[in-house]
T-cell receptor, first 110, second 114 residues
Framework: DAKTTQPTSMDCAEGRAANLPCNHS???????VYWYRQIHSQGPQYIIH???NNETNEMASLIITEDRKSSTLILPHATLRDTAVYYC???????????FGGGTRLMVKP | GAGVSQTPSNKVTEKGKYVELRCDPI?????LYWYRQSLGQGPEFLIY????????DSGLPNDRFFAVRPEGSVSTLKIQRTERGDSAVYLC????????????FGPGTRLTVL
């Protein structure tokens, strides 16, 4: 699976949009971009995934660049409960395991 | 509906002892995964089951680790002759099938080896 690069940490003001970047410059055509988050002392929680097109669900939006070498997870109105480690993962279509990197520690501040 | 459950939530044992960690996947999910997470790191893959069989056990660190899923539902991760380095959170996840189906994680079992 392609390697991903994320900032180690980010801050966001409560009520503002949180934009979390991820670089995956070696991604190949059959690899999906997945985002999970892990709130302290809990298991990882699925957020969203995509292949080429931008995706939106009730939790977040995923913007993938046209060359697919990077993506951005957007939490439109961050709350204190969104404080967590956010993992960007690239996964082959026929793959099974998730390969987690270090993730981005997002701190939402009042 | 009910999510993935794991028992116990915490396990403290002594070096050299044997432990079993249990995972109850979401009902109807045929794929089951075990991961291990050390402090400050992301989860690392251990083993994947499709039904009753271990389809990929390439992440198991050594032969002290073993996992079973005899009826294609509940799975047990077994660790023999535990070592202090085995201390970690052991996470279980399940998905409807394999491939890119979304994996849903349980809360984990925190194992401490004294």
């Amino acid at each position: 699976d392609a390697k991903t690069t994320q900032p180690t940490s980010m801050d966001c003001a409560e009520g503002r949009a949180a934009n979390l970047p991820c670089n995956h410059s070696t991604i190949s055509g059959n690899e999906y971009v997945y985002w999970y988050r892990q709130i302290h002392s809990q298991g990882p929680q699925y957020i969203i995934h995509g292949l080429k097109n931008n995706e939106t669900n009730e939790m977040a939006s995923l913007i993938i660049t046209e060359d697919r070498k990077s993506s951005t997870l957007i939490l439109p109105h961050a709350t204190l409960r969104d404080t967590a480690v956010y993992y960007c993962i690239v996964r082959v279509s026929a793959g099974n395991m998730l390969t987690f990197g270090g993730g981005t520690r997002l701190m939402v501040k009042p | 509906g009910a999510g993935v459950s794991q028992t116990p939530s915490n396990k403290v044992t002594e070096k050299g002892k044997y432990v079993e960690l249990r995972c109850d996947p979401i009902s109807g999910h045929t794929a089951l995964y075990w991961y291990r997470q050390s402090l400050g790191q992301g989860p690392e893959f251990l083993i994947y089951f499709q039904g009753t069989g271990a389809a990929d056990d390439s992440g198991l660190p050594n032969d002290r680790f073993f996992a079973v899923r005899p009826e294609g539902s509940v799975s047990t991760l077994k660790i023999q002759r535990t070592e202090r380095g085995d201390s970690a959170v052991y996470l279980c996840a399940s998905s409807l099938a394999s491939g890119t189906d979304t994996q849903y994680f349980g809360p984990g079992t925190r194992l401490t080896v004294l």
